[in-house]
Nanobody, 122 residues
Framework: EVQLVESGGGLVQPGGSLRLSCAAS????????MSWVRQAPGKGLEWVST????????YYPESMKGRFTIFRDNAKNTTYLRMNSLKSDDPAVYYC???????????????WGQGTQVTVSS
């Protein structure tokens, strides 16, 4: 029974920062890469970031490099997303996801959390 529980969303001003958390359970956490995906109102899903199982490598779309940082604490079974310099196009529901496969699966999103809302407004 995979469970992914996101938290940390909220309202922030443009240019502000948030740290999202994803508490994982029901699987061997450090066997899996982890990802964040978001969906803005009226828009499709957008991949945000991915981190390898041991946290050694991270991946981002170009628009988020330098602003967003994904990291994980395997001792706590938790993945994080630090978001800096938030912009008006960042508001969305942010989802934590687990891939289908272990180790080097960076391209699937097999399990999803409920999401946490991020709002950027002045």
């Amino acid at each position: 029974e995979v469970q992914l529980v996101e938290s940390g969303g909220g309202l922030v001003q443009p240019g502000g920062s948030l740290r999202l958390s994803c508490a994982a359970s029901g699987f061997t956490f450090d066997y899996y890469a982890m990802s964040w995906v978001r969906q803005a109102p009226g828009k499709g899903l957008e991949w945000v970031s991915t981190i390898t199982r041991n946290g050694g490598t991270t991946y981002y779309p170009e628009s988020m490099k330098g602003r967003f940082t994904i990291f994980r604490d395997n001792a706590k079974n938790t993945t994080y997303l630090r978001m800096n310099s938030l912009k008006s196009d960042d508001p969305a529901v942010y989802y934590c996801t687990k891939p289908l496969g272990i180790f080097n699966d960076y391209g699937t999103f097999g399990s999803w959390g409920q999401g946490t809302q991020v709002t950027v407004s002045s």
